[in-house]
């Protein structure tokens, strides 16, 4: 039984969630603040299988509870509802740490998919299983560094550094392209189902952040060139 924290402030839209998970056999909790959600999740940081985030809060904003767990080193799958869906918001979610976003109004049963869908893939980095062409063992190491898509690390010495669902879906995705031009478009629409003409700085910022887990120097980047006016390239060996 998977443990979901519902994090919403129109009372109909939780209860109506916390029926039909629990119809689903999850454990549901409800908090209706952004506030009260990092307090709950501050006291019990391994609880929680899965966050279902209102953007849209009293108080703190969902994307500022996000951006906030994340800074604590708190990495529970977290999935937020946007009630426009715009690309914006959508890629701001990612940027502070999301992991998947849905906009209202949604159908129940695509709710439901995603996150059944969202579980799923936890466990398959879990377990370095995730059905992905070409596959991908579950750790990769290259120049003294190593990734660990089963615990979710980077482990470069004796350091340890979390990672979001997000962000091993786009190491395991640079993994699978090592060596080719990776263009934004493409980690928009294959990484983040994003199919929009849309403001590509959040994928910049995600980029920024690996170059930070992984560069001995993150302002001269070895590994994670770019490459202007297309995206990156991730390189294991550069020479």
Do not use: C
Request: hydrophobic share 45%; net charge negative; proline share 5%.
């Amino acid at each position: 039984m998977s443990r979901i924290l519902i994090v919403e402030d129109e009372q109909h839209i939780a209860d109506g969630l916390r029926f039909n998970l629990e119809a689903e056999q999850h454990e549901v909790e409800l908090i209706d603040n952004g506030e009260d959600a990092l307090a709950r999740l501050a006291a019990e940081p391994e609880r929680f299988n899965l966050v279902i985030l209102d953007v849209m809060l009293p108080g703190i904003d969902g994307f500022d509870v996000v951006a906030t767990l994340r800074q604590q080193k708190q990495f529970v799958p977290i999935l937020i509802l946007t009630a426009r869906g715009r690309s914006e918001d959508v890629l701001r979610g990612f940027g502070a740490g999301a992991d998947d976003y849905l906009a209202k109004p949604f159908e129940l049963p695509i709710l439901i998919s995603r996150v059944h869908g969202l579980l799923r893939r936890h466990d398959w980095f879990r377990q370095g299983a995730a059905p992905r062409t070409p596959a991908v063992a579950s750790q990769f190491s290259f120049a003294g560094k190593s990734i660990d898509f089963e615990q979710l690390e980077v482990r470069v010495g004796d350091k340890r550094m979390p990672l979001t669902l997000m962000e091993a879906a786009l190491l395991r995705y640079f993994v699978q392209h090592e060596g080719s031009v990776v263009p934004r478009t493409a980690i928009l629409e294959d990484v983040w189902n994003v199919r929009e003409d849309t403001d590509t700085r959040a994928i910049d910022n995600f980029v920024v952040r690996l170059r930070r887990y992984i560069e001995d120097d993150s302002a001269s980047p070895r590994h994670f060139q770019t490459i202007r006016g297309v995206g990156y390239r991730f390189v294991a060996d550069p020479k």
